[in-house]
């Protein structure tokens, strides 16, 4: 069954009730963490990842579908600036609780641009009658973002 998201626009960044992000530093230029990022091969690298549609255009209106192990997602690209910021939406989800989600990952050249420290945010809404799991959800999603930057990280470098 699927549930449809709240809508949300790159505002949500700031205005989102909970943020969770995660930070990494790759050893490849931001340019190839981008590739990488936006690139076919997610499901070499990101867990639980079953199947992955692209929609044109590939970038910034552009749709994806996930199939993940426990839940499915539609997703819209909102921001697609190379080797800078990838942001998307999540429009339609498997998952009931979550109201409004958007997740980010922001790329910073370090190391004189032979290395990357990339971000990797989860900007989401939860219903009120959730608040008495807040903590745990935050927890769950924390072991989520490590797992998928310690995942890109193994599969950039190689």
Same mark, same amino acid.
């Given at each position: 069954m699927w549930f449809v998201l709240d809508r949300v626009d790159l505002d949500f +960044?700031?205005?989102?009730?909970?943020?969770?992000?995660?930070?990494?530093? =790759?050893?490849?230029p931001a340019d190839r963490a981008f590739d990488? =990022?936006? /690139?076919?091969?997610?499901?070499?690298?990101?867990?639980?990842?079953?199947?992955?549609?692209?929609y044109?255009?590939?970038?910034? /209106? /552009?749709?994806?579908?996930? !199939?993940?192990?426990?839940?499915?997602?539609?997703?819209?690209? =909102?921001?697609?600036?190379? /080797?800078?910021?990838?942001?998307?939406? +999540?429009?339609r989800s498997t998952v009931p609780f979550i109201k409004a989600m958007l997740v980010e990952f922001r790329l910073t050249p370090a190391s004189a641009g032979n290395r990357t420290q990339v971000a990797l945010c989860w900007h989401y809404k939860l219903p009120i009658w959730w608040r008495p799991m807040y903590?745990?959800? !935050?927890?769950?999603?924390?072991?989520?973002?490590s797992a998928a930057l310690a995942a890109l990280k193994n599969f950039a470098e190689r």
């Open positions: +960044v700031d205005t989102a009730p909970h943020h969770v992000c995660r930070e990494v530093l =790759l050893d490849v990488v =990022l936006t /690139g076919d091969r997610w499901l070499e690298w990101f867990p639980d990842l079953q199947d992955i549609t692209w044109p255009p590939r970038g910034v /209106g /552009g749709t994806r579908y996930l !199939r993940l192990h426990r839940s499915e997602v539609h997703e819209t690209f =909102l921001a697609w600036e190379p /080797g800078r910021r990838l942001a998307f939406s +999540v429009d903590a745990s959800v !935050r927890r769950r999603v924390e072991k989520i973002l």
